[in-house]
Antibody, heavy 117, light 110 residues
Framework: EVLLVESGGGLVQPGGSLRLSCAAS????????MAWVRQTPGKGLEWLAT????????FQVDSVKGRFTISRDNAKNSLYLQMSSLRVEDTAVYYC??????????WGQGTTVTVSS | QTVVTQEPSFSVSPGGTVTLTCGLS?????????PSWYQQTPAQAPRTLIY???TRSPGVPDRFSGSILGNKAALTITGAQADDESDYYC??????????FGTGTKVTVL
């Protein structure tokens, strides 16, 4: 079974940092681009970043450049999102997804990040 | 900043047909944007319905179809059913290598 499981969410103060992880199974992880998407409470989906299978190429939305970094460890079948200088407006459910042929075809269940003092 | 606009909401009768659209703040949507569509119910992860404009994902009923209508991507639900009541999002690939989700459409079946 193809599966993505996010972890690492939680409560963090404004200005703080957090690293999200996404464990992949059931497919050859290194063959696929992977992405992070978030959804703020009661709002829509926002694509954040994507990373190539070999980790050598990344793309990010302008709003998180310089604060969020996407990375991966193919030996561990894991995707990461390092988030720093967190703001209240970064409060959201964060999903990892498999970026396959210009679509997100596999989604995790999401991990919740709350930025609050 | 690219904005991808969808209708905020639609209401459709059971058995009826509804077409949702997905447009760009500047320019036209084309097949080069590889439009994809996602269905999301509350507290659930999105489900992929359509990709590459008009290809259904495995297991998606054929009452869902995708197309380009004029300068927008479109998702049509033909013969709507009660469990189609969800939020629907489009996703566009941009030439910069990034993606942008649409603002989302809430579909009510009643």
């Amino acid at each position: 079974e193809v599966l993505l499981v996010e972890s690492g969410g939680g409560l963090v103060q404004p200005g703080g940092s957090l690293r999200l992880s996404c464990a992949a199974s059931g497919f050859t992880f290194s063959n696929y681009w992977m992405a992070w998407v978030r959804q703020t409470p009661g709002k829509g989906l926002e694509w954040l970043a994507t990373i190539k299978g070999d980790g050598r190429e990344t793309f990010q939305v302008d709003s998180v450049k310089g604060r969020f970094t996407i990375s991966r460890d193919n030996a561990k079948n894991s995707l990461y999102l390092q988030m720093s200088s967190l703001r209240v407006e970064d409060t959201a459910v964060y999903y990892c997804g498999r970026d396959n042929d210009y679509k997100m075809d596999v989604w995790g269940q999401g991990t919740t990040v709350t930025v609050s003092s | 900043q690219t904005v991808v606009t969808q209708e905020p909401s639609f209401s459709v009768s059971p058995g009826g047909t509804v077409t949702l659209t997905c447009g760009l703040s500047s320019g036209s949507v084309s097949t080069n944007n590889y439009p994809s569509w996602y269905q999301q119910t509350p507290a659930q992860a999105p489900r992929t319905l359509i990709y590459r404009t008009n290809t259904r994902s495995p297991g998606v009923p054929d009452r869902f179809s995708g197309s380009i209508l004029g300068n927008k991507a479109a998702l049509t639900i033909t013969g709507a059913q009660a469990d189609d009541e969800s939020d629907y999002y489009c996703l566009l690939f941009m030439s910069s290598g990034t993606y942008v989700f649409g603002t989302g459409t809430k579909v009510t079946v009643l």
